[in-house]
T-cell receptor, first 111, second 115 residues
Framework: DAKTTQPPSMDCAEGRAANLPCNHSTISGNEYVYWYRQIHSQGPQYIIHGLKNNETNEMASLIITEDRKSSTLILPHATLRDTAVYYCIVRVGTNDYKLSFGAGTTVTVRA | GAVVSQHPSWVICKSGTSVKIECRSLDFQATTMFWYRQFPKQSLMLMATSNEGSKATYEQGVEKDKFLINHASLTLSTLTVTSAHPEDSSFYIC???????????FGPGTRLTVL
């Protein structure tokens, strides 16, 4: 699976949009971009995933660049409950469901 | 949405004892489940893949005789930490693939402390 690079931490003001970048310059054509988050002392939570088109759901939006070498997770209106470690994971979308977690980005939402 | 539970949520045991952790898929069946371990301030590390009706597949460096995995039914996988030692103290998390979307559903985790 392709390696991802994320900033170690970022702060965000409550009510503002949080834009979380992820670089995956070695991504191959059949690899998807997944985002999960882990609130302190809990299991990770799925947020969103995509292949090449931008995606949106009730939690977030995922913007993938045209060359697919980077992506941005957007939390449109961050709340204090969005404080968590956010993981960007790239892998092939097959029945092999293994996930390889990197260090992620620690997002702190401040009032 | 799909829910995965773990029991117990936390456990404290003496060195040398064995501890069993259960992972259940509550509203869906899972022929495959995954076990992760997370040390403080570190990321999740995949330990093994639990396969219903067959042997688990362990990641490199994980002792299969120490971390016994049993996936006896389509909704239950168990991880037994045998002869636990303080260095086994960690946060253990299981997950199962979703039915429809290509996602993983994670349990809330079990914090193991070995004295």
């Amino acid at each position: 699976d392709a390696k991802t690079t994320q900033p170690p931490s970022m702060d965000c003001a409550e009510g503002r949009a949080a834009n979380l970048p992820c670089n995956h310059s070695t991504i191959s054509g059949n690899e998807y971009v997944y985002w999960y988050r882990q609130i302190h002392s809990q299991g990770p939570q799925y947020i969103i995933h995509g292949l090449k088109n931008n995606e949106t759901n009730e939690m977030a939006s995922l913007i993938i660049t045209e060359d697919r070498k980077s992506s941005t997770l957007i939390l449109p209106h961050a709340t204090l409950r969005d404080t968590a470690v956010y993981y960007c994971i790239v892998r092939v979308g097959t029945n092999d469901y293994k996930l390889s977690f990197g260090a992620g980005t620690t997002v702190t939402v401040r009032a | 949405g799909a829910v995965v539970s773990q029991h117990p949520s936390w456990v404290i045991c003496k060195s040398g004892t064995s501890v069993k952790i259960e992972c259940r898929s509550l509203d869906f069946q899972a022929t495959t489940m995954f076990w992760y371990r997370q040390f403080p301030k570190q990321s999740l590390m995949l330990m093994a893949t639990s396969n219903e009706g067959s042997k688990a597949t362990y990641e490199q460096g994980v002792e299969k005789d120490k971390f016994l995995i049993n996936h006896a039914s389509l909704t239950l996988s168990t991880l037994t930490v045998t002869s636990a030692h303080p260095e086994d103290s960690s946060f253990y998390i299981c997950s199962a693939p979703g039915r429809v979307t290509d996602t993983q559903y994670f349990g809330p985790g079990t914090r193991l402390t070995v004295l």
